[in-house]
C-alpha cells in the first residue's frame, strides 16, 4: 500500500469547506471555520519567543467527519432553516461521482483572485470571496490542486473510495442528504443500472469493504506532523513512546514502504531513554544522513548537539566535551543563536553538575565562572527573545545564589523573576521552579510548604511537566515521609510511580536509588546489618548518577560505617568526601553536612570535646547561609559538648531555643537527639542541686521528673522512627532514673521493656 504524499479524505472535506466559506457571506461563524481550517493546513511551528502548545485539536491529522459537525452544526446558513453543517453535506454527497472529484479540483482556480495572465480584466461575481494566491487557504488550495494533478489514476481511485468510506457516516444526517445518498456511492454507476451485485461494480468497488478502505486516511504530510508532534514531547517531557503509540506509528508507516527522516529521530530519543545507546547511535546517524541527502545541512549543529548529549548520558564526557565544542563552532558559523544559546546553557548546566567528571576530561571553562556565564546566558537569552532560555537561566542564578550561601531574598527574587515570565510568555516551565522553591523552603526548615510545592506540582502541573521532574517531586515527598518514621507510605508511593517511567534507563536507576536509600536508612536504625550490606552492596554510585543521589548514598554510608562500630573507616570516609566536595566547589549544604558528620563522630567516640570548633564553625555557616535544620543540628552538638564539661544550663538554654522549631519541621530524626541532649542537661542539673536542703531536694526532684519528660519524648521519636538501639538505650535510661529513686521493681520492668523491645525487632527482621 502507498501512501498519499498529501491528499487525503480529510483535506478533500477541507477544501470543500472552503469552498462554502467563499460563497457565504461573512457571519458569526467566519472565525470559527477559519480555525478550524488553519489549526488542520498550518502545522504548528517552534518559536524562539514563546512555548509550543501541544494541545491535541490541533495535532490531530487523521479527524473524523464529526469534527465538521462539531464546528458547523451551531451555525445558522443563509437559507431558512438550515445550518451550515446542511449545507457542507449537501455538497459533500453532491460530489457523487469520480468525475465530480475531478471538477472540485478542476474549479479550485475560480477560489483564487485572477492574475493579468488569468485575465484580471474579466467581470468577476462580487457577491463571493476570493483568496489570495500567498494566503493560507490560497496556498493550501493550490497545493491540493497541484497534487491531485500529479496523482496516477490509480491512486487516485483509491483517494476516491478513500473518501467515499470518510463520508459514508453521515448518510443519513437529513432527509435531503439520504436522498442524495440514496442513488448510490456513484451516480454514474447507478444511471447505468449496476448494482453491489454486479462483478463491473465489484471491480470498481468491491475494495471498500476491507480493512485497508482507509488506507488514506493519513498522507505523508499529515504522518510527518505526527512525527513532529511526538519528537515535540519526547524532548519537553523527556519520556518514551508508548507501546500503544508505537505499534500505531508502526501500523501506519510500515506498509506504506516510505522512510521519512523524522521517524529516525523518534526512534533515536525512544533508544536513548531505554538505554540502549548503540541503536540509538545508529538511529542518529541515519536521522542526519537523510539531512545531509535532502541538503538540510543546517540541522548538522543539532546532530552534534544530540550527540554530546548522548555521550555525556552514558559517562563519557571526553566525546561529549569535544562534540559540544564542535556544536559551538558550527553555531557561529551558520549564526543559529538558538542552538548555540541552548550549547553554552548545556555545558555551563554539565560543569556544575559534574565537576570532577568535567575536570577529568580536560573541560577547563568557557564562559570563566559560573556567575559570569550564567550572565551571559541571560543577556543573549532577552537579546534573541528566548524567554525559555531566559526562565531556565533565572533559575539556575536562584540555585546558584542557595548552593553558595548567598542571600535567600535574591534567590527568592530570581524565583519570582521566572514565575512572571512563566506567566507572561506561557512558558510551561513550572516544574522546575516548583522543585526549587520546595528546595528552598526545605533548606529554612518549612517542611510542610516544602512538600505543599512538590504535590501542587504533582496535581495541577503534572501533564506539563517533564517526567523527570515529576519523579523527583515523588521522591521527594517520599523523602519527607521517612523523616517522620513513615517508610511503608514512602515506599509506597515510590511503588505507585507509572510503570513506563521504568522503561526509561535513567528514570528507573534514580527511582531505584532512591528506594534503596529509603530501605537502607530504615536498615540502619533497625540494626539490620545483613540488609545494609546487601543494599551498600547494590546502590554502589557510578559517573552517570544523579550528583544529589551520590551525596546523599556517601552520607548513608558514613552512617552505616559509625552504626557498626567502624570509627576510622567512617573518619576517612567523611575526610575524602570532604576533600573532594570542597574541590568541587560543592554545594554549601553538603559541605556542612559533613562538619556536622565530624562532629557526631567525635560525640559516638566518646570525645565531644574534640568536636566543638567543628560544631561551632558549623553552626556559624548555617546560621549565615539560613540552612536551619543543619543549624539545629550543629546547636544540638554543641549543647551534648557543653554537658560534657558540665555547663548544663548554657546547654538547655542552647536547645529550648532550637527545639519548638525542630517540632515545625516534623523530622523526628532531628528532635529525638535535641530531647535527649535537653534530658541530660536536666539530669546535670539536678545533680548540682543541695540535696541536704529541702529546697534543693525539692528543685532535684522537679528537675530528675523535667528530664524523665524529655527521655520518654526522646524516646517517642526513636520509636517513630524505628531506631531500635537509640530506643533501648532510652528505655535503660529510664531504668536507671526508676532504680535512683529506688524504685527497684519499676526499674526492672524497664529492663523487661528494653529487652523485650530488642526481641521484638530480631524477630520482625527475621521474619522481614
Not at 58 to 86: C, K, W
Not at 304 to 312: C, E, F, G, K, S
Not at 493 to 505: G, N, P, Y
Amino acid at each position: 500500500m502507498t501512501m498519499s504524499r498529501y491528499l487525503t479524505p480529510q483535506k478533500i472535506s477541507l477544501l470543500v469547506l472552503v469552498n462554502l466559506y467563499c460563497d457565504s457571506a461573512p457571519s458569526t461563524a467566519t472565525i470559527p471555520i477559519l480555525s478550524f481550517i488553519l489549526s488542520h493546513i498550518i502545522p504548528p511551528t517552534p518559536s524562539n519567543a514563546r512555548a509550543r502548545h501541544s494541545h491535541p485539536e490541533y495535532q490531530d491529522v487523521s479527524f473524523s467527519i464529526r469534527a465538521f459537525e462539531d464546528v458547523l452544526q451551531g451555525h445558522a446558513s443563509n437559507m431558512p432553516g438550515r445550518t451550515l453543517l446542511d449545507v457542507f453535506l449537501k455538497q459533500m454527497w453532491e460530489i457523487n461521482s469520480f468525475d465530480a472529484l475531478h471538477n472540485l479540483f478542476s474549479n479550485l482556480g475560480d477560489l483564487l483572485v485572477r492574475t493579468r495572465e488569468d485575465g484580471e480584466g474579466e467581470a468577476a461575481a462580487t457577491d463571493r470571496i476570493f483568496l489570495s494566491r500567498t494566503s493560507p487557504l490560497g496556498a493550501f488550495v493550490r497545493r491540493a490542486r497541484l497534487e491531485f494533478m500529479r496523482l496516477q489514476f490509480h491512486d487516485a481511485m483509491k483517494l476516491w473510495g478513500a473518501f467515499i468510506n470518510y463520508r459514508a457516516p453521515t448518510a443519513q444526517w437529513t432527509k435531503r442528504v439520504a436522498v442524495q445518498a440514496s442513488s448510490g456511492i456513484d451516480i454514474v454507476a447507478a444511471d447505468m443500472g449496476l448494482g453491489p451485485e454486479d462483478d463491473l461494480f465489484q471491480v470498481a468497488y468491491g475494495h471498500l469493504d476491507d480493512e485497508d478502505a482507509n488506507g488514506e486516511a493519513i498522507s505523508i504530510d499529515d504522518f510527518d506532523r505526527l512525527l513532529e508532534f511526538q519528537l515535540d514531547q519526547l524532548q519537553r517531557l523527556g519520556c518514551r513512546v508508548p507501546d500503544d503509540m508505537r505499534e500505531q506509528l508502526h501500523n501506519m508507516l510500515g506498509p506504506s514502504g516510505v522512510v521519512l527522516r523524522q521517524s529516525h529521530l523518534v526512534k533515536f530519543f525512544d533508544a536513548w531513554k531505554a538505554g540502549d545507546y548503540t541503536s540509538a547511535f545508529d538511529n542518529l546517524h541515519r536521522y542526519y544522513d537523510y539531512a545531509m541527502q535532502s541538503r538540510e545541512k543546517i540541522h548538522y549543529q543539532y546532530a552534534l548537539l544530540h550527540m554530546a548529549i548522548l555521550q555525556a548520558d552514558f559517562g563519557n564526557f571526553g566525546e561529549a566535551i569535544a562534540a559540544i565544542n564542535e556544536t559551538i563552532a558550527t553555531a557561529r558559523e551558520n549564526q543559529d543563536m538558538t542552538c548555540l544559546n541552548f550549547s553554552l546553557s548545556w555545558l555551563n548546566h554539565m560543569s556544575k553538575a559534574y565537576p570532577k567528571q568535567m575536570k577529568g576530561a580536560g573541560y577547563m571553562g568557557m564562559l570563566g565562572s559560573e556567575r559570569d556565564g550564567l550572565t551571559f546566558l541571560k543577556a543573549k537569552a532577552k537579546e534573541t527573545k528566548m524567554y525559555n532560555l531566559l526562565s531556565a537561566t533565572l533559575l539556575n542564578e536562584a540555585k546558584l545564589c542557595m548552593a553558595t550561601g548567598e542571600s535567600i531574598p535574591r534567590a527568592l527574587e530570581y524565583m519570582y523573576q521566572a514565575s512572571h515570565l512563566n506567566v507572561r510568555e506561557n512558558i510551561s516551565n513550572y516544574g522546575g521552579q516548583m522543585l526549587l522553591q520546595s528546595t528552598l523552603y526545605s533548606r529554612l526548615g518549612i517542611m510542610h510548604l516544602s512538600s505543599v510545592y512538590c504535590e501542587l506540582l504533582l496535581h495541577c502541573y503534572k501533564d506539563s511537566s517533564p517526567v523527570d521532574e515529576q519523579i523527583r517531586a515523588i521522591c521527594r515527598c517520599a523523602f519527607a515521609a521517612t523523616q517522620s518514621g513513615r517508610y511503608t507510605d514512602a515506599l509506597s508511593l515510590l511503588e505507585k510511580i507509572d510503570s513506563s517511567s521504568h522503561r526509561t534507563l535513567k528514570f528507573h536507576q534514580y527511582i531505584f536509588h532512591c528506594t534503596g536509600l529509603i530501605k537502607l536508612r530504615r536498615a540502619i536504625r533497625r540494626t539490620d546489618w545483613v540488609a545494609c550490606d546487601h543494599l551498600l552492596s547494590s546502590l554502589k554510585p557510578d559517573s552517570s548518577t544523579d550528583p544529589e543521589l551520590t551525596f546523599l548514598l556517601s552520607s548513608a554510608r558514613i552512617d552505616y560505617l559509625i552504626a557498626r562500630g567502624r570509627y576510622p573507616d567512617a573518619f576517612n570516609s567523611i575526610e575524602d568526601l570532604s576533600l573532594s566536595l570542597k574541590e568541587e566547589g560543592a554545594d554549601v549544604l553538603q559541605r556542612i553536612s559533613m562538619l556536622i558528620a565530624k562532629a557526631k563522630l567525635s560525640a559516638v567516640v566518646g570525645k565531644p570535646e574534640r568536636g566543638f570548633s567543628v560544631a561551632l564553625r558549623a553552626a556559624s555557616v548555617a546560621f549565615k547561609t539560613r540552612l536551619m535544620p543543619l543549624l539545629w543540628t550543629a546547636v544540638g552538638l554543641l549543647s551534648n559538648i557543653l554537658n560534657s564539661i558540665g555547663e548544663f544550663g548554657a546547654a538547655g538554654r542552647l536547645l529550648d531555643a532550637v527545639i519548638p522549631q525542630t517540632i515545625e519541621h516534623t523530622d523526628f530524626s532531628l528532635t529525638a537527639p535535641l530531647y535527649a541532649y535537653l534530658g541530660d542537661s536536666y539530669m546535670g542539673l539536678a545533680g548540682l542541686e543541695d540535696v541536704s536542703t529541702s529546697n534543693g531536694a525539692r528543685e532535684r526532684a522537679k528537675k530528675v521528673s523535667m528530664a524523665e519528660v524529655y527521655i520518654d519524648r526522646a524516646r517517642e521519636c526513636y520509636r517513630r522512627i524505628e531506631d531500635v538501639e537509640m530506643e533501648c538505650e532510652h528505655l535503660m535510661k529510664k531504668a536507671i532514673l526508676a532504680k535512683l529513686r529506688g524504685d527497684e521493681m519499676l526499674a526492672e520492668e524497664w529492663s523487661q521493656n528494653h529487652n523485650r523491645r530488642w526481641d521484638e525487632c530480631k524477630e520482625r527482621i527475621g521474619e522481614e
